[in-house]
């Protein structure tokens, strides 16, 4: 079973200042979720990528299927970007059920 | 599209009841997922269908739960009897053919 690993857990940041959240996993996989959840809220799939680097506005995630490492950028964080940032893996694409990261609560202060 | 459309949103029910929850998921999409969010144990995978058809249930916790797909446009997720240990949040997602997920708003489930 593949072992997802987040870092930080928790992260407090000024407005404005680059954020960026860690994904680590155990086995290979054949794609990597970013989802956001607002506090109560849904969950919204940010990316889904298998290599490189997708950008989506402020948003840029990661790959590096050698080293099993993902990262989630945010630029220019605004108060809004405040949420659980969590990071997924499917061994077949999302084809399969995903396993999930503990999450990485983001607060972003004015 | 409404996306993945669930319902309840909220439900409280005593120990031993029985507890049905219902998922549309996005028309045209070939996988559906139910996963459960708990503070302890954060996002885990209930069981999942591919084109109706059960694929994985081992994450399903004992036997009061039961899930079904009887058509492309409607998935049950059953508790009978509930625990309080079951209360969490209870997601639906679903996909196209390995694409991105799309999840529904969740049912919150407080079993007292």
């Known amino acids: 079973k593949n072992e997802v690993e987040q870092s930080p857990q928790n992260l407090t940041a000024q407005e404005g200042e680059f954020i960026t959240i860690n994904c680590s996993y155990s086995?290979?996989?054949?794609?990597l979720h970013w989802l956001q959840q607002h506090p109560g809220g849904g969950i919204v799939s940010l990316f889904m990528l298998s290599s490189g680097k997708k950008k989506h506005g402020r948003l840029i995630a990661t790959i590096n299927i050698q080293e099993k490492h993902s990262s989630l950028h945010i630029t220019a964080s605004h108060p809004r970007d405040s949420a659980v940032y969590i990071c997924a893996v499917s061994s077949r694409g999302g084809a399969d059920g995903l396993t999930f990261g503990k999450g990485t609560h983001l607060i972003i202060q004015p | 599209d409404a996306g993945v459309i669930q319902s309840p949103r909220h439900e409280v029910t005593e120990m031993g009841q029985e507890v049905t929850l219902r998922c549309k998921p996005i028309s045209g999409h070939n996988s559906l997922f139910w996963y459960r969010q708990t503070m302890m144990r954060g996002l885990e995978l209930l069981i999942y269908?591919?084109?109706?058809?059960?694929?994985?249930d081992s994450g399903m916790p004992e036997d009061r739960f039961s899930a079904k797909m009887p058509n492309a446009s409607f998935s049950t997720l059953k508790i009978q009897p509930s625990e309080p240990r079951d209360s969490a949040v209870y997601f639906c997602a679903s996909s196209f053919i390995a694409g991105e997920l799309f999840f529904g708003e969740g049912s919150r489930l407080t079993v007292l």
């Open positions: 269908f591919n084109n109706n058809v059960p694929i994985d």
């Open positions: 086995v290979g996989i054949s794609a």
